[in-house]
């Protein structure tokens, strides 16, 4: 049974609901944050590493141990343009040093995978943000290739617009046709997150959640 998870992100809105959770479920959790400070979970499972993901000693302490790597990483304000994709060469770099197989990543639906069910709405939405955000959008895009490229056990979540809506527990995954207003709670991706590592399903998959 899995005992010892590290989650990368875990300060951000749904890296919080997520790390609770998992203590919740009985996890013993090691957090990488920037600021420990304004990271307001306590918990005696809980152990805060401080740091960011571009150092090396910084992720092998939070991987230490670990059975699951998680990241809900996302850009903030003033994040360069690739650091998901380098953090994620990190993280990869230290998993594989520590024969640690199990990778989760929490990613956009902007990601595409010869799978998907092709929908107008949502191709146009994907145009629309990568216009917007062509930097968030590339990095999205270039972590997962380089998880895909990997022997790891991942699975890449892809998720919709992102919204703090109570959970309803029930949502659809997989392959799906996502439309201009597809959108999902952040508490039901922790939640969906969660059950992926508890019974190990979608090993070396992609994912898509939404309702
Ligand atoms: N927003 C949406 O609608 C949406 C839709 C689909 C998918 N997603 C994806 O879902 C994921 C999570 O989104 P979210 O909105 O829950 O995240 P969020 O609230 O924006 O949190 C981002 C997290 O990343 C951390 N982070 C950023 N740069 C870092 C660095 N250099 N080192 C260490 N930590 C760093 C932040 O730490 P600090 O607290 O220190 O800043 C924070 O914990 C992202 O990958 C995003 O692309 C988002």
Known sequence: MIKQIAIFGASGRTGRILTGLLLEKGYRVNALVRNPLKFSIEHPNLFVIKGNV?????????????EVVVSVLGHVKGSQPLFQTKAVDNIIEVMKARNIKRFVVLTGSGVKMPEDKWSLANSMLTFIIKSIAPARFNDGVEQCKRILATDLDYTIVRAPLLTMQKPKGVYK???LKLGFFSHISRYDVAGFICNVIENQIFIKDVPQISY
């Open 54 to 66: 571009n150092q090396k000693e910084a992720i092998e302490q939070a991987i230490e141990r670990s």
């Open 173 to 175: 995954t997989g392959y």
